[in-house]
């Protein structure tokens, strides 16, 4: 029967992973125990799909009817309730397994390397442009010394056999030489000074050094912190927000001393993680010793990463609620940063791209319900999905005031 749960869905891992965050991770882990019992395996341990569904969506009801299994796991967590999720769909839950059911143990090969082997493809792709870059322009040399051999030796030729020719004008007072100079030149000068003026203001890859050293890999990787729970006005309003040092100081106040994996810059720097725990005390008056405030805090002074111009609007909400983008969509493969940096270039071709190709989760979401063509279209199978683009994403007034 346990075997039948898989085969019989088809679930989104990919979907399980928000709502895994959203709703699981502040107590569970896949791979190691927290407040609540790692969850790998956890289909092979419950004999029922329908208790399982049940025991998510309200674990009291399914003690109430005495099931051993569950009553001891409430036993063995010191009787700790689960918190209910009624809300949660039988599809949600499958997503939520599928993506528990998806994540290797540590240490093996992740999903992810493939595309870091595509990342790398693509880095060599771009080192392999510059080495043709440099290969042409060798050759054209090549060519322009061979062509003044060749007039050399048509020179010697003619002497030979006794005609008479003119003497060669230098290749460096040769018109055509001169103006196909220029002509290059003009080029390669043009293409620079708008690749130039196009990057002007971007900054793809900027990593400044923060007061703290904050590590995303520790706090959403290792201990899988939701980030709406540091960043939430995400899904609220326009701006995702820095949170606020009280945010921090719910954990810290128990957590004195870093005893993690060992910490590094991107120079290589080894960082002391019970410092930069120190770091912050120092700045909001928090006495560990003490348990109290025993001076006034003052604000940590953190070096923003993100930015777009003054002209370009943007709303975090819509994208994080509406659309159920993924932060790693915008800000790249955050839980494994120790030092944050601007993951895509943010540029208007790069947000066109992803508005022309970015499908939207149109059924079942309010925010769509106006768009009645669109669900009819779905309905009566003339289209199987709806991207940002049908929904009038890449007209101009949609991001530009």
């Known amino acids: 029967m346990v075997g039948s749960f898989s085969a019989a869905r088809a679930a989104d891992p990919g979907a399980g992973k928000t709502l895994f965050q959203q709703k699981c991770a502040s107590c569970h882990n896949v791979h190691k125990q927290l407040t609540g019992p790692a969850l790998a395996g956890v289909e092979d341990r419950w004999p029922d799909k329908k208790l399982l569904h049940q025991w998510i969506r309200n674990s009291a009801s399914v003690l109430a009817t005495g099931d051993k299994y569950a009553n001891d796991l409430f036993n063995q967590y010191n009787k700790l309730s689960m918190t209910p999720f009624p809300e949660l769909k039988d599809e949600d839950i ?3 397994l599928a993506y528990v059911a998806s ?67 230098p290749f460096y007072k040769n018109k055509a030489y001169i103006a196909l100079g220029i002509v290059i030149l003009f080029v390669v000068g043009g293409y620079f000074t708008i690749q130039g003026a196009i990057g002007l203001g971007r900054q793809q890859d ?22 709406l729970y540091c960043h939430s006005s995400a899904e609220k309003s ?26 590094f810059t991107a120079e290589g720097k080894k960082v002391n993680g019970t410092a930069e725990i120190q770091k912050l005390f120092d700045h909001v008056g928090w006495d560990p010793k003490a348990g109290r405030y025993t001076k006034p805090g003052q604000p940590i002074e953190w070096t923003k990463i993100h930015s777009l111009p ?10 994080v609620a509406a659309g159920k983008v993924q932060c790693q969509t915008c800000h790249g493969d955050i839980q494994q940063m120790d030092e944050v940096k601007q ?33 009819n279209d779905i309905k009566n199978k003339k289209i199987d999905s ?5 929904l009038g994403g890449t007209e101009c007034q949609k991001c530009h005031y």
Not at 124 to 138: A, M
């Open 94 to 96: 499958d997503n939520i």
């Open 103 to 169: 994540v290797p143990p540590p240490g093996a090969a992740k999903p992810g390397a493939a595309a870091a082997d595509g990342a790398e493809a693509k880095e060599d792709s771009g080192g392999n442009s510059l080495l043709f870059g440099v290969i042409t322009l060798i050759l054209a040399i090549v060519a322009v010394i061979l062509m003044q051999i060749n007039s050399n030796l048509n020179k010697l030729a003619a002497e030979k056999e006794g005609h008479e020719r003119l003497e060669p004008v």
């Open 206 to 227: 900027y990593m400044p050094e923060q007061p703290i050293f904050y590590s995303h890999k520790v706090h959403a990787g290792i201990n899988q912190i939701n980030c």
């Open 238 to 263: 326009k701006h995702a927000m820095i949170p606020s040092e009280n945010v921090c100081m719910n954990c810290h106040k128990a957590i004195t001393e870093y005893s993690g994996p060992d910490l």
């Open 310 to 319: 003054d002209h370009v609007y943007f709303n975090h909400s819509q994208h």
């Open 343 to 375: 993951f895509a270039d943010l540029s208007m071709g790069w947000c066109v791209n992803c508005h022309r190709t970015t499908k939207v989760q149109f059924t079942e979401n309010n925010y769509y319900s106006i768009f009645e063509k669109l669900h």
């Open 386 to 390: 709806v991207t940002v683009e049908m």
